[in-house]
């Protein structure tokens, strides 16, 4: 049958060459075309298509907010204001370059603003429901949604989600494409061919000319904030002002919200919607469930007694263990009796457990028992990283500036062959997993093992289709997947960021503890949750322990009202950098006298200058900070 075919084809089947291609079209036997083939990630993936199902209770109450703000979303040129080069700003200071100005936006946003959610829902509360009728809404009205995830290795399960309501309607960005296909993607928005994107953050700012919805997944999450290159910004402001930009509908969703978020909600600068309960699921996939584990009672019950389209659950019991206690009783493993137990348990039941430690490698850090000395990295001010190699021969690595070197033999400064690795990371908790049950199928998903733009597809597949028992990992497991067969997280240690010196470290460590806590109970086998920690009566802990982001809040912004934290006020941090320890030195201290005389003169009352003092790493890539 006559149709066109590939000339690489032809080449690749029979002896021909490009002449003799030539004489058959000029004979009239062919005809020879160039026709352009966008490079497309998603090229070659099936998805199964679905429905949307019944909402819940909970989900039509929010569904019927953000449809009515969808459906009635006015012309963006309406508030928009054109301006002209040089327009002045009303402080007086006039603004460079031209095209619009945004009308100002910091109080509670008037009737003909274009709408800003927050979709505060705990986890399994069915927000990724939400997401899709109002991507929906916005395909019907003919405009295009852009839907954000903090991390890679999200979009592979929210593709899936996106493309089986959307199919080839979907496209992805993020880092990991080839050039070559982050550059079609781009063309292909600008033109307009594409109405659903599902990325990280720099989707944001892909060229989509009748922008309607932006969704930001987890927008409590860190990696929103690009601060290592320019242009520097945070993903979720960014978007804001793009919804206002573009007249666009703005959805931030997560079941632990920034502070700084929820403040905004608390005072009315955005519009708060709650799901307060986990949704199992609908009795039909249930009741599959069900029957594909054999198992003659649910631990859920009917949303309502009347309706058994949907069903709810409670949040999976949390168990925190004292690692004191646990020393006491002369238990030096870093699993405690508790999970111990657990683990077999979920083995034994062929059913599956996460771990999570955000620590990476096989050992923290290095040191000789003889003189005390801890190796660090010679451009970095931190300590190397022992990573176990394959064929038992590892490597000390530096996390941050990436540099390499074989695992030493004697210590550099004194010689002594007593050198002891202390500390663990995911590849530690690995290790030991494989030695203390060796049947277990065990998959680590961390940084060092997510190099190939597919490792995070590949990594979920496997554990999807329970080709794996235990998945080891860091915060990547955190956030955001639905893995039905789990039914126990632990937390090897709550205790990792906790205490560092950085005004969010509480507000991260419990979005982290109650986002992977979140993993567990996802379907009718239950689940269950084990944090150990060695402060297990803080507040962070606490709270996690309860799944009560209100109690959390309530402390924390407390604790940033009598410091001047954020939400309360603005923190602008100076960085400075430099090979000469001497001249970074001076030229922050200049800069501060600066700042100070300014300060004075001007009576900025409201203005306190900190510093200048060294970075937390005093040091990286061979540049004093």
């Known amino acids: 049958e006559a149709g066109p075919v590939w000339i690489g084809w032809l080449y690749a089947e029979i002896d021909t060459n490009l002449a003799t291609l030539r004489d058959l079209e000029a004979a009239g036997l062919i005809s020879l075309g160039v026709e352009e083939v966008w490079r497309d990630p998603l090229a070659g993936k099936e998805f199964v298509a679905d429905s949307a199902p019944p909402l819940t209770e909970d989900q039509a109450r929010v569904w019927t907010k953000i449809q009515h703000a969808i459906s009635n979303d006015t012309d963006s040129e309406s508030r928009l204001k054109p301006a002209s080069p040089g327009v002045s700003d009303p402080d007086g200071e006039r603004q460079p370059g031209g095209g619009f100005v945004l009308e100002d936006t910091s109080t509670e946003p008037d009737a003909d603003s274009p709408p800003a959610f927050l979709l505060h829902g705990v986890t399994g509360s069915g927000k990724t429901e939400i997401y899709l009728r109002a991507i929906a809404a916005t395909l019907q009205s003919g405009r ?13 399960q929210t593709v899936r989600r996106f493309a089986a309501r ?7 960005y993020h880092s990991a494409l080839t050039p070559g296909e982050r550059y079609d993607v781009w063309r292909r928005a600008r033109s307009g061919a594409i109405d659903v994107i599902v990325g990280t953050r720099s989707a944001l700012f892909l060229p989509l000319p009748r922008l309607g919805l932006i969704i930001l997944d987890e927008e409590h999450d860190p990696s929103f904030k690009e601060s290592q290159r320019a242009p520097r910004y945070h993903a979720r402001e960014a978007a804001l002002q793009l919804g206002q930009l573009t007249g666009s509908v703005v ?65 999976p019991p949390v168990h925190v263990v004292d690692l004191r206690q646990e020393l006491r009783a002369g238990n030096r493993s870093m699993f405690s009796r508790a999970l111990h137990e657990a683990i077999g348990q979920s083995l034994a039941a062929g059913q599956q457990a996460i771990l999570f430690l955000n620590r990476r490698g096989t050992a923290t850090f290095i040191m ?76 680590r998903w961390d940084r060092d093992v997510t190099g190939h733009k597919d490792s995070h597809e590949a990594i979920l597949d496997q554990f999807t289709r329970h080709e794996a028992d235990i998945m080891v990992g860091t915060q990547m497991i955190a956030k955001g997947l639905d893995l039905p067969l789990v039914t126990l997280v632990g937390v090897i240690s709550a205790d990792v960021g906790l205490y560092l010196p950085d005004f969010r470290a509480a507000e991260r460590s419990f979005q982290l503890l109650t986002q992977v806590a979140g993993r567990a109970g996802r379907s009718p086998l239950g689940g269950q949750v084990i944090i150990q920690s060695y402060r297990p009566e803080h507040y962070v802990i606490q709270a996690a322990r309860r799944h009560d982001y209100l109690d959390f809040y309530r402390q924390e ?21 430099h090979q000469s320890r001497e001249k970074v030195q001076e030229e922050a201290e200049a800069l501060a006298r600066g700042l100070k005389f300014t300060i004075a003169e001007r009576g900025l009352t409201g203005v306190d200058l900190i510093g200048p003092a060294p970075c937390f790493f005093g040091r990286e890539q061979g540049k004093y900070r």
């Open 144 to 156: 295009q949604a852009i839907a954000l995830v903090p991390e890679i290795a999200l979009t592979p």
């Open 166 to 172: 959307f199919g080839q309607r979907v496209t992805i």
């Open 251 to 315: 959805i931030l969703g997560s079941a632990t919200p920034s502070m700084e978020t929820y403040h905004r909600a608390q005072v009315g600068q955005m519009r708060l919607l709650e799901m307060p309960r986990r949704i199992m699921g609908h009795a039909r996939a249930i009741d599959e469930q069900q029957r594909r584990w054999h198992l003659a009672t649910s631990v859920y019950r009917p949303v309502e007694p009347q309706l058994r389209e949907a069903r709810y659950t409670e949040l």
């Open 368 to 443: 000789c028992r003889d003189c005390g000395h801890v190796q660090t990295c010679e451009y970095c001010d931190v300590p190397l990283t022992y990573h176990e190699g394959r064929g038992g021969r590892g490597a000390i690595v530096c996390h941050h500036c990436g540099r390499r070197a074989s695992e030493p033999e004697r210590c550099p400064e004194c010689e002594s062959r007593r050198i002891r690795y202390l500390g663990a990371g995911t590849e530690k908790v690995s290790e030991l997993v494989s030695t203390l049950w060796p049947q277990a199928r065990v998959v």
């Open 557 to 577: 912004i407390s604790f940033r009202r009598q410091l001047g934290y954020p939400p309360f006020r603005r923190l602008a941090r100076l960085l400075f950098s």
